[in-house]
């Protein structure tokens, strides 16, 4: 009898782990790294939700919209988080996400509309270097410059495409001269944005593609202030990273109640410190200290999306023409 029952528990608790809902959700390495806003974003969901959290690193930002149009109808993905709005018009062409009901009080730089994705975040891109050596103050100055840079693939990054729409949004018909003075200063192009860091890290260029936020990571996390970002008389252009429901979704409650929980507080209060990116909605306990530290750009560029998918090709087509020669 006591086997019997130790059979049966054992049922009883197979069968309670099968009917546990699983939500998975395609997003960017880093945020499903230890350090990144995963675990912490995983543990506090599966505390409200009574469901199975599946974060599924996809590569970059760029590379996650790539995925998901391979796998179409067919994915596995029941919410995307990590796109930014130079990919949402492309995105919605695809016909794969469906439209959301989460309101907020966003503390965005630009107001927020978009009837299909969720922002969760946002920043501006920048050339981190270390503070004590000295950083040009614009494009022109860089490349004219011997500082070494790392920079993303916009075909698979968005900071990468970030680059791209920061540069054609300064200069529009003179972005090709600029990729061509910069040309010499490129070490390499990595794939994603943790490559790249690394190697800034790591002593192999000067400079790194990067956001204004990332030296308060240095700051806070190690408390270390060697860290910089170039303040660009240009201005610099913004990213604001969002999340979208697959329409083909088997859990679309749960997504949904995803969505709505991300601009929640339990969520946005773990973006400061762990994606380093300023939070979509101010949480209750306000930013971190040390934020108040970073550059604030005096002038901030952004295409609209659809301004973005239009130039996007074209730019993307000066950039390989300019760096293949």
Request: aromatic share 10%.
């Amino acid at each position: 009898m006591k086997h019997l029952a130790f059979a049966a528990g054992l049922l009883g608790a197979s069968a309670a782990f099968a009917e546990t809902p699983e939500l998975t959700v395609y997003t960017y390495d880093s945020f499903v790294s230890d350090w990144g806003p995963g675990p912490a974003v995983e543990k506090a969901f599966e505390a409200v939700c009574g469901c199975d959290l599946k974060l599924v690193g996809a590569g970059d930002g760029a590379a996650l919209l790539a995925r998901v149009k391979l796998e179409g109808e067919r994915s596995d993905a029941d919410v995307v988080l990590g796109l930014d709005t130079n990919l949402t018009a492309a995105a919605k062409q695809t016909g794969l996400f469906a439209e959301h009901a989460v309101s907020a009080e966003y503390a965005l730089p630009v107001e927020w509309n978009d009837a299909t994705f969720v922002p969760y975040d946002w920043g501006y891109f920048a050339f981190v270097h270390n503070a004590d050596a000295a950083a040009p103050a614009d494009f022109r100055a860089l490349a004219a410059s011997d500082k070494k840079i790392v920079i993303q693939d916009p075909r698979s990054s968005t900071p990468g495409l970030g680059l791209l729409m920061w540069v054609k949004a300064a200069y529009g018909d003179e972005a090709p001269e600029i990729w061509t003075g910069l040309s010499d200063n490129i070490v390499t192009v990595t794939k994603g944005w943790s490559e790249a860091y690394g190697m800034f890290l790591e002593g192999e260029a000067d400079m790194v593609l990067s956001y204004t936020t990332s030296p308060a990571y240095h700051l806070i996390a190690e408390e270390d202030g060697s860290k910089s970002a170039a303040a660009f008389d240009e201005g610099h252009y913004m990213q604001v990273e969002v999340a979208g429901k697959l329409a083909n979704t088997d859990q679309p409650e749960l997504a949904d109640q995803f969505l709505a929980f991300m601009v929640s507080d339990a969520f946005q209060s773990i973006i400061p410190t762990t994606n380093w990116m300023y939070p979509a909605v101010t949480p209750a306990a306000g930013l971190p200290e040390g934020f108040e530290t970073l550059i604030a750009p005096e002038k901030s560029l952004l295409l609209s999306e659809t301004e973005a998918a239009e130039l996007r090709d074209a730019a993307l087509g000066e950039w390989l023409d300019t760096l293949s020669q």
